[in-house]
């Protein structure tokens, strides 16, 4: 088993494109969930078991170099697939008058919310990871019918770049957990 303590890299940085040029290069695909733990061990495509334990609060990004033998030009790199969003324009809401921008606004965030579904706000739009079928997500905004607003799905790495590592981690840290799994108590509790 091969250890990552720290990650050397990323295939996108300059140096490193040169360095894995005729390297054989071995994948650790994970989730997008995976991705933000900072200990986990997993095998790679390859078939190598790779144990992760990285400072706490980092995380992987897709590209990331753990492993490089220099000698034998051989490397693992981290795959990470990303869920499709749906991209939530507000540009609308500028043409509104203020006072019926802002009852829109409210119920949008009322329509993700109570959907429980995460949510980055970057300009004026709002970026919302796949939960559901693209069908259920699209009849949700389609029922609220929110004045002001379009949506439209992306490719999630499409988004990712948009994004700071911090909205990133917002947006699709917890997206494979967010459907579902919670409970909602009432009454009174002793």
Same mark, same amino acid.
């Given at each position: ?29 994970? !989730? =997008?969930?995976?991705? =933000? ?23 992987? !990004? ?26 939530? !324009?507000?540009?609308?809401?500028? =043409? ?18 109570? =959907? ?33 607003? !379009? ?40």
């Amino acid at each position: 088993m091969d250890i990552v303590e720290k990650i050397l890299g990323n295939r996108a940085d300059t140096a490193w494109k040169a360095r894995l040029e005729g390297a054989t290069v071995d994948i650790l695909e994970l !989730s =997008q969930w995976d991705a =933000q733990k900072n200990r986990l061990r997993k095998e790679t495509e390859g078939g190598r078991t790779v144990a992760v334990s990285l400072e706490r609060g980092a995380s992987l !990004s897709d590209g990331d170099i753990l492993l490089y033998d220099e000698n034998a030009r051989e490397a693992v790199l981290c795959r990470i697939r990303l869920c499709p969003v749906m991209a939530v !324009s507000m540009e609308g809401l500028r =043409q509104l008058p203020p006072e019926e921008a802002l009852r829109a606004a409210v119920r949008l965030g009322h329509a993700l919310g109570n =959907q429980h579904w995460p949510a980055v706000v970057k300009g004026d739009c709002v970026y919302v990871p796949m939960t559901a079928d693209e069908k259920v997500m699209g009849a949700v905004m389609d029922t609220h019918a929110v004045p002001g607003t !379009s949506y439209a799905f992306l490719a999630g790495e499409e988004v990712r770049r948009l994004l700071d590592r911090e909205e990133a981690r917002l947006l699709f840290g917890g997206a494979e957990k967010a459907a579902g799994g919670h409970v909602h108590h009432h009454g009174v509790h002793a």
